[in-house]
């Protein structure tokens, strides 16, 4: 039987509840208001209770859906009355019977986490919650590491069934407040493993950055002076035979090397860019050492079948592309697999100021950075009398499309990549392809130029990609096409519109900077790799850390200055230095101090130490 209630009986309810909400938290409860129910109808159980089954998984007990919830709070309660000032944290909501359970007999503080808006307006237009909502903070995600931080000994209390419901966004968030709560108190070693050389090797240099950044210890280990060895080895014999022998001889070399490092540097984690060479048996090696193994795979796997051979030495294996690609990764990586879109890194990739000269060599209308594929070999014939420039290797024998090519096809480094998207008026992001002759209809992941060019506020105009929509907004943030005979009238408007290119590429870099920056996926990725592995991470040796020491400390003055530093940073001279490096402004008496004890530790004391 329905129990929902009807017309001006269930808006009053809604109203109601809203009412609660809004005193808390306004904004959410604008969002909610503006949701629409689930198309499911709640009905009634023997006892008289409304229950709801969502996507063919009941979200209450089908008898007595509050005896069942009373049970469950009291089991909640014992958890978690064996911790230290929790802060419980409810995965779930459902119609709310359980959150009320728990409140009852739990009287610290109590957040609950859900996603799914239409389900909260469903639970709102169905039971009086009033005292629930007064209760409880409710979280709809994402949730940033500021949110989780706030929480402090946050204790994980899963609903099942909106677990089982709501799948992989609601397991994603339990991740990342489970890994978010135990990396807090950690300080990492980590390696940093670099391809020989191609796209993903800048991607390294950002990642440790992101890494540091975040108050870990990160060692780079990089692989681009051997590139020139293993492109020299067809110098010894024209032969395939032979040099596949003499290139699996230099592997051989090279993950010797790779396993020096990691006697050397002793790292609690391994990050492998993709094309770093990390075979099997290296990975074996690693794993022997009781180290983690994580890959990040920035690659099409479409083009990049090698993955499949090496994801299972990894113990976190993280793609680009979802769908398919992502569930055979998670069956061969044992479950470990995850979607990490790529990101910007906003100290190279920002707006500049320009100079004449710099806008004489770098200034047009149209631009594209990149390599000639196919698909832009076509798709840009028709746009020479634009203005177009474009720059980057492989166009040789690309026919009238060579006309637009400056420095005769040479590499283009990052830095003049920079700025070439800030003085050019509309910037063409066309995601490459080797088999369609302009937008590749199945294209998905997205690029590492559409995050490069909304961090330098620069406009782009990008095709649509199936994984675009929830990391940019279409229209508000970039332009985007579909097909590749729209870029001439496209490319008409927006060079006659400069004001709306300017509001687009500012609200694009906000957006970048907000949730796209190597930083927040570093964020990510550790998180993930904490929350499957936090016991095993938790118990190694670690040194003292500034959070340590300010606790230690208490209201003395110097822990009132280690209180500024961010807290994983190291309780040593040279982790607290290199954090005043990047302060502004003039010194304060504590910061002078420390500078002056460095000072004198280079000067003096370290060559007597050693």
């Known amino acids: 039987m329905d129990v929902r209630p009807t017309n001006a009986g269930a808006r009053a309810t809604l109203e109601a509840n809203l009412r609660a909400l809004r005193a808390r938290d306004p904004t959410l409860a604008a969002r909610v208001e503006a949701a629409s129910s689930l198309p499911e109808t709640p009905v009634a159980t023997s006892s008289g209770q409304p229950t709801l089954t969502a ?31 929790p802060v419980a944290v409810v995965l779930g909501f459902g119609l709310g019977y359980h959150v009320e359970a728990l409140g009852a007999v739990w009287d610290g503080p109590l ?30 995600g994402p949730i940033d590491a500021a949110t989780v931080d706030g929480w402090g000994a946050a204790v994980l209390l899963p609903h099942a069934p909106s677990l089982l419901r709501e799948g992989d966004v609601l397991r994603g968030l339990r991740e990342r407040i489970a890994g978010r709560t135990v990396l807090r108190d950690l300080r990492l070693r980590v390696l940093v493993v670099s391809p020989l050389a191609g796209g993903s090797y800048p991607i390294t240099g950002y990642c440790a950055r992101a890494l540091a950044e975040l108050g870990h210890d990160v060692t780079v280990l990089d692989l681009a002076p051997f590139a020139g060895g293993m492109d020299a080895i067809g110098t010894f014999t024209p032969r395939a035979g032979a040099r596949c022998v003499i290139e699996t001889a230099f592997g051989r070399f090279l ?20 094309q770093a060479p990390l075979d099997p048996a290296v990975l074996d090696e690693i794993g022997r050492r009781g ?56 100290v190279v990739h920002r707006p500049l100021a320009l100079t004449a000269a710099e806008r004489a060599e770098y200034a047009a209308p149209v631009s594209f950075v990149g390599a000639g594929y196919r698909n832009r070999r076509l798709a840009f014939r028709a746009l020479l009398d634009s203005g177009l420039r474009i720059w980057g290797t492989e166009w040789g024998g690309a026919g009238p499309v060579e006309a637009a090519l400056q420095r005769k096809g040479a ?29 590749d209809p199945v294209g998905d992941f997205v690029n590492p130029r559409t995050f490069e060019l909304a961090a330098a506020g620069a406009f782009q105009l990008v095709d649509a990609r199936a994984l675009l929509p929830p990391l940019f ?138």
Not at 544 to 572: I, K, N, S, Y
Request: proline share 5%; glycine share 6%; hydrophobic share 45%.
């Open 55 to 85: 996507d063919g998984v009941l979200l209450h007990n089908a008898h007595d859906p509050r005896r069942e919830a009373a049970r469950w709070g009291e089991a909640q309660r014992e958890r978690l009355a064996m911790a230290d000032d």
């Open 111 to 140: 957040v609950v986490v859900e996603p799914d808006l239409g389900l909260l307006r469903t639970a709102l237009e169905t039971r009086e919650l009033c005292a629930v909502l007064a209760r409880v903070t409710l979280v709809p």
């Open 255 to 274: 993950g010797a090397g790779i396993i020096a490092a990691v006697e050397a540097v002793k790292p609690d984690l391994v990050l492998a860019m993709a």
């Open 291 to 346: 180290v983690l193994r994580a890959f990040w795979f920035v690659e099409d796997h479409r083009l990049f079948p090698y993955w499949r051979e090496v994801i299972g030495g990894y113990d976190h294996f993280f793609g680009i592309q979802q769908g398919a690609f992502l569930t055979e990764a998670r069956r061969l990586g044992n479950g470990r697999a995850a979607y990490l879109p790529l990101a910007a890194d906003p």
């Open 411 to 439: 590499r283009i480094s990052t830095a003049d990549s920079v700025r070439i998207f800030n003085a050019t008026e509309v910037n063409l992001n066309l995601h490459s392809s080797t088999w369609v002759d302009g937008v």
């Open 473 to 610: 907004t279409a229209g508000t943030e970039l332009a985007t096409f579909t097909d590749a005979a729209e870029l001439r009238p496209l490319l008409r408007h927006w060079l006659a519109h400069p004001e709306e290119r300017v509001v687009l590429a500012a609200a694009a870099r906000t957006r970048c900077l907000a949730q796209h920056t190597y930083r927040h996926r570093m964020e990510t990725l550790l998180e993930m790799v904490c929350a499957a592995d936090a016991e095993r991470l938790a118990a190694r040796p670690r040194g003292a850390t500034v959070g340590d020491a300010a606790r230690a400390e208490g209201g003395t003055p110097l822990g009132g200055f280690l209180a500024t530093l961010p807290p994983q940073t190291p309780f040593t001279l040279d982790g607290v230095v290199q954090r005043l490096l990047h302060h502004e402004g003039d010194l304060t008496d504590p910061e002078a101090v420390m500078l002056f004890l460095h000072q004198f530790d280079e000067l003096y004391v370290k060559e007597a130490r050693q």
